[in-house]
């Protein structure tokens, strides 16, 4: 159980990079061969952008740590939050709104760090999920084949039920994850062009909020304009609403059809609480691992009720 999340992770990577693997077998390499070369190209392409992406973020929520702490503006700001605040609570109620911003962005500092330094632990994770990617790569069909012959399940259901865990981890990274990364960014831009601090941090923020359907980014672009307003840039304050409402928060109608289509047939509001729920339970990982359990309780129930559903027509006919 303790390394549950790396074989989670390892597993869904080599669903979504086998027909790379695939290719490489079909040019005659070797699957040794073929199962290394994916994982090096996949540790490049992934590692570069994290490190490059990770150094900027924590040195900007340093930044903004400090001007919550030290800056003229954020002080302004939050003292007018402050002053409505305490006009719309009762009498002997107060809240810090300063104090708070200030502990929340110091605790996702240090979580950050944690993610993006070279901890022992988080390094040794990274090595086993691209060592369980290679041997899911270049065994994992004939690991699949076995696990169909000894499951009591009839074949074609469990095939299905493989075939559907598939187009979920294929829908979750390809979808759900590429357009949230696709909002973080353009959220990152909207804010670096209309004068936030700190694009780069809360661009990531922003990208980890788009999983949470309807509400997602929101957390982020509310805040911004909130802030733009209070401290005089108008102007700004109407370009990022323009930008958050009619860009950011409606590129994922558009991508989501030809990204996602019906690879994760389950309604948002299963999404939501599988995504939750997956984090409670798992941490980060359960941003996959929710959805892929619900999808799976998904396809089970399906079977279960054409299976019932055979069954009771059989006992009609035999009548």
């Given at each position: 159980f303790p390394f549950i999340s790396v074989l989670v992770v390892g597993a869904s990577f080599a669903v979504v990079?086998?027909?790379v693997f695939r290719w490489l077998r079909d040019h005659r390499l070797p699957s040794g061969l073929s199962a290394f070369l994916v994982v090096v190209l996949f540790a490049v392409a992934l590692g570069i952008p994290l490190v490059g992406i990770g150094t900027i973020v924590f040195h900007q929520s340093q930044d903004v740590y400090h001007q919550l702490i030290d800056g003229r503006d954020s002080a302004e700001f939050f003292d007018a939050i402050d002053r409505s605040l305490d006009r719309i609570l009762p009498e002997g109620f107060s809240f810090d709104i300063r104090a708070r911003a200030s502990s929340s962005v110091s605790l996702i500092a240090s979580n950050l760090a944690n993610v993006f330094t070279s901890t022992l632990s988080s390094l040794l994770a990274v090595v086993l999920v691209f060592v369980s990617l290679f041997y899911f790569?270049?065994?994992?069909?004939?690991?699949?084949?076995?696990?169909?012959?000894m499951s009591p399940l009839p074949d074609r259901d469990d095939e299905r039920i493989l075939s559907k865990l598939a187009l979920a981890i294929d829908g979750v990274l390809k979808g759900y994850l590429f357009i949230a990364v696709i909002q973080g960014i353009l959220m990152g831009m909207g804010l670096a062009f209309f004068g936030v601090p700190s694009p780069a941090l809360w661009g990531l923020v922003a990208m980890f909020a788009s999983l949470l359907p309807t509400i997602g980014t929101s957390f982020v672009s509310v805040p911004a304009i909130v802030y733009?307003?209070?401290?005089?840039?108008?102007?700004?304050?109407?370009?990022?609403?323009?930008?958050?409402?009619?860009?950011?928060?409606t590129i994922d109608n558009f991508l989501s059809?030809?990204?996602?289509?019906?690879?994760?047939?389950?309604?948002?509001?299963?999404?939501?609480?599988?995504?939750?729920?997956?984090?409670?339970?798992?941490?980060?990982?359960?941003?996959?691992?929710?959805?892929?359990?619900?999808?799976?309780?998904?396809?089970?129930?399906?079977?279960?009720?054409?299976?019932f559903s055979t069954s009771a027509m059989r006992v009609r006919g035999s009548r």
């Open positions: 990079l086998y027909p790569l270049k065994d994992g069909g004939r690991w699949v084949r076995e696990l169909i012959h733009l307003f209070s401290t005089g840039h108008t102007w700004p304050a109407i370009g990022l609403t323009l930008w958050a409402v009619f860009l950011v928060g059809p030809v990204v996602v289509g019906n690879r994760v047939n389950i309604p948002p509001l299963f999404i939501l609480f599988s995504v939750l729920g997956g984090i409670v339970i798992l941490g980060p990982v359960g941003l996959l691992v929710g959805p892929l359990a619900v999808s799976l309780l998904h396809t089970l129930v399906n079977i279960y009720n054409e299976s």
